[in-house]
C-alpha cells in the first residue's frame, strides 16, 4: 500500500546469479553512529522514515534503518490493521507463487508495486521450486530502486544461475511501461503469473483500476494468472484507521508519503477477476486461502480485512 509515484527515468536491472557475491559494505562516514542494520546506499537519506521501508520492517526484512523502525512501532500501535494485513497479503503470497510455481507449473512472473525485498520474496518461492523460473519486480519507488541497486549483489536477492530476477521502474497507471519492463526478461507469448498485491487502492476511479488489470491481463497468454490481494473496507473501523492513518503520512513521511489508499468492498474485489477462472477457494481473506500451517498469517481481526484471490486466464 505505499507505491506513490512513477520516476522520470526508466531501467530494468538484472540481478545476478548467487556466485557473485558482494563484498563487504564500507562505513557511511567518519564520526557518524552506523545503523544497526549497516551503511544505507549511497544517496539515500535514512534520518526520516519511508514507508516501504516500514512496511519490510513489519515483514522482518533486513532494509530498514532507526528511523523506519521507531516509526514501524508507532505506526504499528496506532494503526495495527496496517501491519497485520501485510503479513497476512505476504504469507498468502507465499502459498499463491508455491500452487504457482508447482502444480499450476508457472515458470514466469510479473511483480508489480513489489516494494523492497522480505522473507518469501516471489523469486526466493518460486525458483525454490522451479530454479530457471524468471520473475519481474516492477516498481517505481525512487527509494525501492536504490535499496534493489545496492542489493542486486547480495545472496539475498540473488538468482539462481538458471532463472532471472530483475527490476523494472515502472509506475502501475503507465501499462505501457509496465509490459515493457517485464518484457526485458519475460516472454509475453507464453504463461505468466501477474501479480498485484496492496497496490490497486493507489488508483481511486474503480473503472480506471479495472482498466489497467484488464489490460495487463489482455496482454498475456491464455494459461496465465492473475493474483490480487488488497485490504478491503470489511468494517467501518477498518476504513477509519486507513483515513486516520492516510492523514497522518504527510506529516510522519514529508515527501515520500504515500497517496491516500482507497479501501474497496469485497465484491469490488472479486470484479477484477471477471472473465477469468477463479481457483479455489475464491476470492476470500488471505487468512482462508488454502492455510497450509507453514507460516504466520496474522491471528488478529485486523488480518481478515486483507482479502484474495488467484484465477487463470483461459
Known amino acids: 500500500m505505499f507505491r506513490r509515484r512513477a520516476s522520470e527515468a526508466k531501467h530494468v536491472t538484472t540481478v545476478p546469479g548467487r556466485g557473485q557475491d558482494a563484498g563487504p559494505a564500507s562505513p557511511s562516514g567518519a564520526g557518524e553512529a552506523p545503523e544497526p542494520w549497516g ?54 503470497l507465499v502459498r499463491a507463487v508455491r500452487f504457482l510455481a508447482g502444480p499450476a507449473k508457472i515458470r514466469q512472473y510479473l511483480d508489480v508495486g513489489a516494494g523492497l525485498p522480505a522473507g518469501g520474496n516471489t523469486h526466493e518461492i518460486a525458483q525454490r521450486i522451479a530454479p530457471e523460473s524468471t520473475i519481474v519486480y516492477a516498481d517505481n519507488d525512487p527509494a525501492v530502486l536504490l535499496h534493489a541497486k545496492a542489493l542486486l549483489a547480495s545472496p ?38 501477474l501479480i498485484m498485491l496492496g497496490i490497486l487502492g493507489h488508483v481511486e476511479d474503480y473503472g480506471a483500476a479495472r482498466s489497467i488489470t484488464s489490460q495487463l491481463v489482455d496482454a498475456l497468454p491464455a494459461g496465465s494468472y492473475l493474483v490480487i490481494a488488497d485490504v478491503v ?19 510522519r513521511y514529508g515527501a515520500s508519503a504515500p497517496t491516500p489508499y482507497l479501501l474497496r468492498q469485497p465484491d469490488e474485489l472479486t470484479s477484477f477477476f471477471d472473465g477469468l477462472d477463479l481457483i479455489e477457494p475464491g476470492v476470500v481473506p488471505c487468512l482462508a486461502w488454502r492455510p497450509d500451517g507453514r507460516g504466520p498469517d496474522g491471528n488478529s481481526g485486523d488480518a481478515s480485512a486483507a482479502y484474495c484471490g488467484v484465477a487463470r486466464k483461459p
Do not use: K
Open 39 to 92: 551503511p544505507p546506499p549511497a544517496g539515500l537519506d535514512v534520518s526520516a522514515p519511508h514507508p516501504a521501508r516500514v512496511w519490510n520492517c513489519w515483514l522482518g526484512g533486513h532494509d530498514f534503518f532507526a528511523a523506519d523502525q521507531a516509526a514501524a512501532e508507532e505506526i504499528g500501535r496506532e494503526f495495527p490493521h496496517l501491519a497485520e494485513t501485510a503479513r497476512a497479503e505476504r504469507a498468502f
Open 156 to 193: 539475498m536477492l540473488a538468482s539462481t544461475p538458471d532463472g532471472t530476477v530483475c527490476y523494472a521502474d515502472a509506475d502501475l497507471r503507465d501499462v505501457a511501461a509496465v509490459l515493457a519492463g517485464a518484457g526485458s526478461a519475460v516472454t509475453l507469448s507464453r504463461p505468466v503469473a
Open 233 to 251: 473496507a470489511a468494517h467501518q473501523g477498518i476504513s477509519s484507521a486507513q483515513r486516520r492513518y492516510d492523514a497522518s503520512a504527510r506529516p
